[in-house]
Antibody, heavy 117, light 110 residues
Framework: EVPLVESGGGLVQPGGSLRLSCVAS????????MSWVRQAPGKGLEWVAN????????YYVDSVKGRFTISRDNAKNSLYLQMNSLRAEDTAVYYC??????????WGQGTLVTVSS | QSVLTQPPSASGTPGQRVTISCSGS????????VNWYQQLPGTAPKLLIY???QRPSGVPDRFSGSKSGTSASLAISGLQSEDEADYYC???????????FGTGTRVTVL
């Protein structure tokens, strides 16, 4: 069984909104910091945001502050990324990542977000 | 623009040792652990090294990491064809309050 499965990507117009979801299959979801990382076509990796186990701490890359919101629902083993005021430069594959820098790290398969008119 | 600098490419023949450098500053590598990721063509990245020199379960011991001051290195010994991939270093940056990735290095097996 795949530990992390993202969904919610797609084509959206500039200025539009999209909500990404990531469902974890393991009951230990609530034990880990979770992150979103994106990769624009043909480009390198860019960390977007992360959230503490209980949701009490959240951090964002400057380029998405005020536009994106990371959240989680431990009862549903789910991580979310609400993306508003989307721009062309937000076009990327978005990865859900469990414990980005630890022995239990795992990356989902990614979901593609395309911002274009 | 990434704050961690890596060479864009590295190469070697099968069996050789290849090293990849990652240069940062006192606010990231200088004060936080370094992680390394491998991204095989067309796949999601995976963690290769964490906390400077620790290997997650399942990662061959051909891969090793080290850190000194504001720089880090990834070494691949006994290079194999399946090691052809992009490699990224990363660390938390205390000044930016962000997790930062390196520019990435493409490893080619000749």
């Amino acid at each position: 069984e795949v530990p992390l499965v993202e969904s919610g990507g797609g084509l959206v117009q500039p200025g539009g909104s999209l909500r990404l979801s990531c469902v974890a299959s393991e009951l230990t979801f609530s034990s880990y910091w979770m992150s979103w990382v994106r990769q624009a076509p043909g480009k390198g990796l860019e960390w977007v945001a992360n959230i503490k186990q209980d949701g009490s701490e959240k951090y964002y890359v400057d380029s998405v502050k005020g536009r994106f919101t990371i959240s989680r629902d431990n009862a549903k083993n789910s991580l979310y990324l609400q993306m508003n005021s989307l721009r062309a430069e937000d076009t990327a594959v978005y990865y859900c990542v469990r414990q980005i820098g630890g022995p239990s790290s795992y990356w989902g398969q990614g979901t593609l977000v395309t911002v274009s008119s | 623009q990434s704050v961690l600098t890596q060479p864009p490419s590295a190469s070697g023949t099968p069996g050789q040792r290849v090293t990849i450098s990652c240069s940062g500053s006192s606010s990231n590598i200088g004060s936080n652990p370094v992680n390394w990721y491998q991204q095989l063509p067309g796949t999601a990245p995976k963690l290769l090294i964490y906390s400077n020199n620790q290997r997650p379960s399942g990662v061959p011991d051909r891969f090793s990491g080290s850190k000194s001051g504001t720089s880090a290195s990834l070494a691949i010994s006994g290079l194999q064809s399946e090691d052809e991939a992009d490699y990224y270093c990363a660390a938390w940056d205390d000044s930016l309050n962000s997790y930062v990735f390196g520019t990435g290095t493409r490893v080619t097996v000749l």
